[in-house]
């Protein structure tokens, strides 16, 4: 009982959380970046998919950007206009994010717009959208600004707490159920079993980059990649976990998805991918100096000064118990 | 006393949030009632339900989307992709988009909107074209063995639509 208390409880450094803050907001910048010029062809009425076929493709019941520009166009602001004043604030929400700076509100932001851009061109997404919308969501949550932000450097922060730990076993335990849910939906592919998989997804022209046919001669070469890459998924939810052999499968994961990103042109999400192992499980969630809620009981659960971004976010819900 | 009360209720959030993403993940139905109700709306707003099924159980083909644009003479002043090639996450995304052609088996009517709604993007950028042919051509891949025996990757016609610029009249191939 008492290891379970521990496991979940014994109070863990910010930095973890604070490195997948950064990691998510600068992919996510990157990806603004490369798809600006191409925004209005994405997101506007206009563009490759035009508001009727949005409003088709995306999800029912989720934000979409079409009732924001027409209640703007009722005041006389053009869409275009509409479109980059969304799209500057979500710049804008990410690069607080990035910075730690009113992290809990930069992290709302960047979610909720986030999730309104996924959803106005849903037909465009992968991956990388689905895995950003998951992290930011946890970003609101998790006491991510109590490292490297400036929320940190403003206030005399604790350098450890039992939230952090908490909401690092919630996203390290949702890490193994995607890699183990992952493993289990690809092995009873025929295409994993024979190798087929490798040749076709490094053959196929959405994501060829390099010329690969010499690998039709070494069949057995893409059935161990293959089996390799299942053989690493099905490993991670247990050997992520003992000391002995975690820092193994985090530079095995780290290899995996920066091949994805390198032969599969899958940039973002290898880049996004090796970042959730790297800061979950590869950054020391030890940390010396006061335990922060630990302290004292005066601090332990006092939202003033020493509180964490999470802490003071959760401030109104908690009062309530 | 509020302290360990605190950390109750979190960990009971935290491992119902847990149970959730594992049912996600898993893709196991709640069957119907409330409960799936609320968890499907949790998940829309935290992705808590999403599944991970990326390259499984394999890889399909791609679909690529062509575009002959012509002039009043009838003849092909250019042919171009849809993608603008401005940079790789871009075209990744338009490629993604072209995928939903034919993920889900659409309806005719649906195929026919989308490649209408390309169009008037290629108008948009040849001003000087009186129609625009619309060619989607689907990626025929040969396995590993009958790659070594001698075959080649082909593209193969899958749809072909064409939009005039008067008349919206369109012709299925």
Known sequence: MKAIYKFFFRPASFRPLAGLRIAVAATLIAQAVFISPEFFE????????????????????????????????????????????????????????????????????SWFLHWTFMSTAACANYGVDVFAHIFLFY??????????????????????????????????????????SSALDKVVGPQWQTGEVMWRALMLPVYNQFDFTWLAALPWLAKIMAWGSLGLEFGYCVFIWPKATRKYVVWATVGLHLGIAVFLGLHLFGVLMTAFTATLFGIDARATGFAGPNVSSRRRFSFGKRASTVERCLAPVRSSF | MKRRSAKKIWLTVGL??????????????????????????????????????????????????????????????????????????????????????????PKRELQRSMTASWAAKIFARYPRAAAIEVVLEEFQLPDMDRYRAGERPTWTKYYSAKFKKAVAKKKEA
């Open chain 1, 42 to 109: 994405f997101f506007g009425r206009a563009g490759l998919l035009q508001e009727g076929l949005q409003r088709i493709f995306s999800e029912p019941g989720t934000p979409r950007l079409a009732p924001y520009v027409n209640l703007l166009g009722t005041w006389g602001i053009a869409e275009r206009t509409a479109l980059w004043l969304a799209g500057g604030a979500y710049l804008l929400a990410l690069t607080a994010l990035l910075l730690g700076f009113k992290t809990c509100v930069a992290a709302t932001a």
């Open chain 1, 139 to 180: 970003l609101i949550f998790i006491p991510s600004g109590g490292a490297w932000s400036v929320d940190s450097l403003r206030r005399a922060n604790a350098l450890r707490s039992w939230t952090a730990r908490l909401s690092l076993r919630v996203l390290q335990f949702h890490l193994c159920a995607v890699y183990l």
């Open chain 2, 16 to 105: 119902t949030h847990a149970a959730l993403v594992l049912l996600g993940a898993f893709q196991i139905n709640l069957g119907h009632g409330l409960v799936r109700e609320l968890a499907t709306i949790y998940g829309k707003f935290s992705g808590s339900t999403s599944g991970y099924a990326f390259f499984a159980p394999g890889v399909g083909s791609t679909l690529r989307a062509t575009f002959n644009v012509i002039d009043e003479k009838g003849a092909v002043l250019a042919r171009v992709p849809l993608e603008q090639g401005k940079n790789h996450e871009a075209d990744l995304r338009v490629g993604n988009m072209i995928g939903w052609f034919w993920k889900d088996n």
